[in-house]
C-alpha cells in the first residue's frame, strides 16, 4: 500500500458522457502527478500540482480534460464528452522528496469508453 | 529521439538466471532514476532509484548507472517465475519536475 488512493477503480461510460476521478495522495506530499497508462505504453504525464497550484499542463489534456485540487488536498480528474480514445487507465501519483523523489502510485482507475 | 527508451521485448529467461535490463535517455539534466515492476492490470509499483554512477544493489536487484554513457541497467538475480511482469524505466528531472517513462520491457521467467 504506498498511500495513495484513488477511485474508482473501474469506470465503464458511454462516450459523450462525462466522468470524474479522484485522488486521495499521501497526506504529507505537496505535489501530486496524473498520468494516463494504455496497453503497451509507459505512463504519459498529464498534470501536475504543487498544494492547490497546477504547474503544468501536457498537450495531452485536450480542452475535455480538467484537473483540480482544492486546498492542496485531494485531487480531481474529470474528462468531459468522453471519446474511445479516452479509454486507459489513469494514475495519481505522489512523490517522497525524502526517498530520491521517489513517485509512488495509487492503484489506478480504468477508464473504458464504450 | 525519445526521451527513455527501453527494448519492449519479451525477455524471455530460465528460472534462476539473471535478468538483465537496460534503459538508455537523452536527457543530460536528468538526475534521479527508477525502476517499476508493473503487473498486467495493476499500477506501476517502485522496486528501487539510484542517482549516483555505479551500482545499487536491493536484494536480488542490482541498479547501475553510467551518467557518461546516459544508461541505467536493472539486474534481476535468481530469476522467479513471480517476477514476470513489465519493468518500467523512469527519471527525474528536478528543473521540470517532471518524471519521464520508458515504454516499459517485458521479462518473461520460464519455470
Known amino acids: 500500500d504506498t498511500g495513495v488512493s484513488q477511485n474508482p477503480r473501474h469506470k465503464i461510460t458511454k462516450r459523450g458522457q462525462n466522468v470524474t476521478f479522484r485522488c486521495d495522495p499521501i497526506s504529507e506530499h505537496n505535489r501530486l502527478y496524473w498520468y494516463r497508462q494504455t496497453l503497451g505504453q509507459g505512463p504519459e504525464f498529464l498534470t501536475y500540482f504543487q498544494n492547490e497550484a497546477q504547474l503544468e499542463k501536457s498537450r495531452l489534456l485536450s480542452d475535455r480534460f480538467s484537473a483540480e485540487r482544492p486546498k492542496g488536498s485531494f485531487s480531481t480528474l474529470e474528462i468531459q464528452r468522453t471519446e474511445q480514445g479516452d479509454s486507459a487507465m489513469y494514475l495519481c501519483?505522489?512523490?517522497?522528496?525524502?526517498?530520491?523523489?521517489?513517485?509512488?502510485f495509487g492503484e489506478g482507475s480504468w477508464l473504458t469508453v464504450v | 529521439q525519445k526521451e527513455v527508451e527501453q527494448n519492449s521485448g519479451p525477455l524471455s529467461v530460465p528460472e534462476g538466471a539473471i535478468a538483465s535490463l537496460n534503459c538508455t535517455y537523452s536527457d543530460r539534466g536528468s538526475q534521479s532514476f527508477f525502476w517499476y515492476r508493473q503487473y498486467s492490470g495493476k499500477s506501476p509499483e517502485l522496486i528501487m532509484f539510484i542517482y549516483s554512477n555505479g551500482d545499487k544493489e536491493d536484494g536480488r536487484f542490482t541498479a547501475q548507472l553510467n551518467k557518461a554513457s546516459q544508461y541505467v541497467s536493472l539486474l534481476i538475480r535468481d530469476s522467479q517465475p513471480s517476477d514476470s511482469a513489465t519493468y518500467l524505466c523512469?527519471?527525474?528531472?528536478?528543473?521540470?519536475?517532471?518524471?519521464?517513462f520508458g515504454t516499459g520491457t517485458r521479462l518473461k521467467v520460464l519455470a
Open positions: 501519483a505522489s512523490p517522497q522528496e525524502s526517498s530520491g523523489n521517489t513517485i509512488y
Open positions: 523512469a527519471l527525474y528531472t528536478s528543473g521540470t519536475y517532471k518524471y519521464i
